[in-house]
């Protein structure tokens, strides 16, 4: 929660005091960032937003704060002498100054520019009587470099009507009820006391009109009918941007009135399904909208969506389960289905299973309030169905209750019959089937001019639709078409540097001719290495050989002839035993080539290099070497890949600072929950940022917020000093996987480790990514929509009117539409500014070796993802010390 809420947990969590840091200088080594390197010195506009009361200023004067950008520069104008409370009462009752934040004015903004000091400034062009309440970052800050492009976007701005507005009531029931159902209940017996319009939540009451009094009391009787009065206490009239809640409620009425189901926060139309019958399956279209508060207002964020359905039941699915599997056929049934998703037609609702239970059938007894029934009645009696199997066993979805929403305990148990039960989604079956994955895409795999033409369809849908439009006037709300009128920047094409050649990506980004053809920036040398395989894959292996004597002379690597071992069998244990056997201390890498793709086989490979014999490895499919034209370039993708796992590097690109780590971090979360999170930790070691330090922390399951950083943090520091003499003098940390519920969780409980860590000698600048948005936008060419080139840019109108963000199209795509991804500043101590933020973004983008040209999140996201994957898929414990210096993950 960000806000008064936010404040008010760090000021309850600040035990001691410290000295408030100053960071006002800029870089000088930052400049050749850029093409003309006196831009830099070129003031950049930052618009104050939300800003908050005076009354806070006593409260802060405690308060340890860096003064970086955002926030925390704000709280540092509060401990400004001038602005002091005398009132010692003031100052000792935090609640007591924070209760009047909501009803503060909220509209004040002024226009302030970049000076040496900021609090000077503030105190010219705010009025601390009317500053709002809104903390989590009151500056925008945009960038000016690149080339202007025009782009349209798939939001839709959200009108209202002057005439009316949103008021906000406190509900209250005397003698109190604690049943949310029934204070529903009593309160809807009033309905059209006050026009039949409202939303309600159990205590707040949300109208659109204004009632006569200030106190409104309503009677309602009980059960046993005893009076229950309705106390409705007007509160305040709601400003439009702090009804965002109510406003998704409303869209998710009006997409209910076209026929429309809801799977999770999406919305499908279950009447034109895209059916697929050589799978048996189906596609539903559908919508993913989000209201919020942008730069150019109140917004409506619309985009296609699809869900995938199976058309044969659960029931179905076991039974060829157990066909193919008798001795072990519950086994297979759990770890087939556990974790997945699954719709119940009858009610249209989702559910993820989580257990099925053997023991009981649709014939066993649950208790209800009326006394025992069995599964078969209740679904004929309140569903009308006849369940047909009497013997199948039953789906068990665990629903955590809102009561214990902080325990593990107090779930609520729903028990599914299997033959009214579809699954959804895409399994791992499905996935493995390229060729149905490809026939799949034909419909998900949506172009530029379809999402127009789908966006265009939806308004269309909710103006001509009476209920639809209805529900938003009630409201006094109107849909407004204006998603031609954004203006993004292109940053220019990169320049590659190989270790003899530098080359342009060009405008598509990507240089894989180059990348073959070019030696390596940094090579490790071929002289020991160990290469097993299966004896049938005899052939396989001297091509492999073969191929890369041929290559390695373009590349500049020398290879010497491998300890080539031969097994009879394919078993895992006689892979294990060979590499125990064979791996020394002088082993620099070892090649397994496996007859065929076995997860548990590429598992226990790992574990025995990267924990037991910490060894680089490399896993090759047999059947991928089989294709004698494809031989080549597949050889030459594995040596690329094999040099940068023995701690060399392939290519960079010219990132001008000096003494700056750039961290990555991410977490990896097992979809069936089987087994516990993992975090991983990247750490540049160089200036050129082609070497990196990897460590990982396993966590509980489902942690996202990161434990153990210190740790992390400390030994990549020492590793860094090690190399090059010193400490950095600045830390970029680019979080990936933080959602925007926990970006004030991330910003009070992450940050703070690097703090700590840090100390006063170190600046942080700290960049949470997020790549599940919704947001996409497109070249508009005289009505003909196409992907923007990579390096597009945009920080107005469709970003975050309260946050220091920005969006980057980093990579070209050759289906579908681009995603960009959403860049948001938590801090920045060191001034860089959007520019040099969003440049630096762009061209980590181009350091991930595993693809010769830009991917979607700079490579140390990329390279902390893959770390993170691999340890919780695969290996689920530590990884070896003397590896962390090393791409052994890739």
Request: overall charge positive; proline content about 3%; hydrophobic content about 35%.
């Amino acid at each position: 929660m960000s806000g008064r809420g936010n404040l008010l947990s760090l000021f309850h969590k600040m035990t001691e005091t410290a000295e408030v840091s100053q960071s006002t200088q800029e870089h000088t080594n930052v400049r050749e960032l850029y093409a003309e390197p006196s831009a830099l010195r070129e003031e950049y506009q930052r618009t104050a937003k939300n800003t908050t009361t005076i009354d806070l200023a006593a409260s802060c004067n405690g308060l340890s704060i860096s003064n970086g950008r955002g926030r925390a520069n704000l709280l540092h104008f509060f401990k400004n002498d001038s602005y002091k409370i005398q009132n010692e009462k003031n100052k000792s009752d935090l609640s007591s100054s924070l209760e009047g934040l909501a009803s503060q004015d909220q509209n004040k903004i002024c226009t302030l520019k970049e000076s040496t000091d900021l609090n000077s400034d503030i105190n010219k062009n705010i009025n601390p009587s009317i500053l709002g309440s809104e903390f989590f970052c009151p500056n925008t800050i945009y960038g000016t470099k690149g080339s202007l492009v025009n782009l349209s976007c798939n939001y839709i701005s959200l009108r209202s009507d002057p005439m009316k507005g949103i008021y906000l009531y406190e509900v209250r029931f005397s003698p109190a009820v604690d049943s949310l159902h029934l204070r529903m209940k009593y309160l809807n017996e009033h309905n059209k006391k006050f026009g039949d319009i409202k939303a309600f939540d159990g205590t707040t009451l949300y109208l659109p009109i204004l009632l006569q009094s200030e106190l409104t009391t309503f009677i309602s009787k009980s059960f046993d009918n005893k009076d229950i009065e309705i106390r409705i206490l007007f509160k305040k009239k709601e400003s439009l941007k702090n009804c965002k809640q109510l406003y998704n409620i409303l869209f998710d009425r009006v997409m209910k009135t076209l026929n429309y189901v809801k799977f999770d926060r999406k919305q499908f139309d279950p009447s034109r399904p895209k059916i697929i019958p050589t799978a048996k399956l189906e596609v539903w279209p559908g919508y993913v909208t989000a209201v919020d508060e942008y730069d150019g207002g109140l917004m409506l964020c619309c985009d296609v969506s699809h869900r995938l359905l199976c058309q044969r039941t659960v029931l179905d699915m076991l039974v060829e389960i157990y066909q193919n599997n008798k001795s072990n056929y519950q086994d297979k049934a759990k770890n087939y289905f556990v974790g997945s998703v699954i719709i119940t037609r009858y009610n249209n609702r989702t559910y993820r299973i989580d257990d099925i239970c053997f023991s009981q059938n649709p014939c066993s007894q649950f208790e209800t309030r009326m006394g025992s029934n069995s599964y078969m009645d209740y679904y004929k009696n309140y569903h009308n169905i006849t369940i047909k199997d009497a013997k199948q066993p039953l789906l068990i979805s665990l629903k955590q209750s809102k009561k214990y929403s902080f325990s593990n305990t107090g779930n609520i148990q729903f028990c599914l019959i299997p033959e009214l039960c579809y699954l959804t989604g895409l399994h791992d079956e499905i996935r493995a089937d390229k060729k149905l994955m490809r026939e799949i895409a034909t419909f998900t795999s949506v172009t530029p001019n379809q999402r127009i033409i789908a966006l265009n369809k939806y308004l269309k849908n909710v103006s001509e639709n009476d209920d639809a439009r209805k529900i938003l006037e009630n409201w006094g709300l109107s849909l407004q078409k204006n998603n031609d009128n954004i203006v993004g920047r292109r940053i220019g094409a990169e320049l590659i540097y190989f270790a003899k050649q530098c080359v342009s990506a060009g405008l598509s980004a990507e240089f894989s001719k180059d990348a073959v053809r070019n030696e390596m920036l940094e090579i490790v040398h071929l002289n020991n290495w160990v290469m097993i395989h299966h004896k049938n894959d005899l052939k396989a292996a001297k091509s492999f050989l073969h191929n890369m004597q041929r290559c390695c002379e373009a590349f500049g690597m020398n290879i010497r002839k491998p300890n080539i071992i031969s097994l009879e069998n394919d078993r895992i244990d006689i892979y294990v035993d060979a590499l125990r056997r064979n791996i020394s201390t002088q082993t620099q890498i070892v090649v397994c080539i496996c007859h065929t793709s076995r997860d548990d086989r590429y598992s226990a490979i790992k574990k025995i290099c990267c924990s037991e014999i910490p060894v680089a490895s490399q896993v090759i499919n047999s059947k991928t070497l089989s294709n004698e034209t494809k031989n080549r370039s597949i050889v030459q993708k594995i040596i690329l890949q094999m040099n940068c796992k023995m701690g060399g590097s392939l290519w960079t690109v010219k990132i001008p600072f000096k003494n700056v780590m750039i961290c990555g971090i991410d977490s990896y979360h097992d979809p069936y929950q089987k087994c516990n999170s993992v975090a991983a930790f990247v750490a540049s070691l160089n200036s050129s940022y082609t070497q990196w330090f990897s460590k990982a922390a396993i966590q509980s399951e489902k942690e996202e917020i990161v434990n153990g950083l210190t740790s992390s943090f400390e030994a990549a520091l020492e590793c860094y000093k090690i190399r090059n003499g010193y400490l950095p003098d600045n830390v970029i940390i680019y979080r990936d996987g933080v959602g925007d519920g926990q970006l004030n969780l991330c910003a009070m409980y992450e940050i703070p480790q690097f703090e700590r860590v840090c100390g006063k000698n170190m600046k942080i600048t700290y960049l949470v990514i997020q790549k599940r948005n919704n947001t996409k936008f497109f070249l508009n060419n005289d009505n003909i929509y196409e992907n923007p080139l990579p390096g597009t840019v945009v920080d107005k109108y469709i970003t975050r009117s309260h946050m220091y963000d920005f969006f980057l199209v980093s990579q070209a795509v050759r289906h579908g539409t681009v995603s960009p991804m959403h860049f948001i500043v938590l801090r920045d101590d060191s001034n860089y500014g959007p520019d040099i933020i969003q440049k630096l973004s762009y061209k980590l983008c181009y350091l991930y070796y595993n693809w010769p040209g830009t991917v979607r999140i700079p490579a140390c996201c990329m390279y902390a993802h893959k770390m993170a994957y691999l340890i919780g898929q695969s290996i689920q414990r530590d990884t070896a010390r003397n590896l962390s210096e090393k791409l052994f993950y890739l």
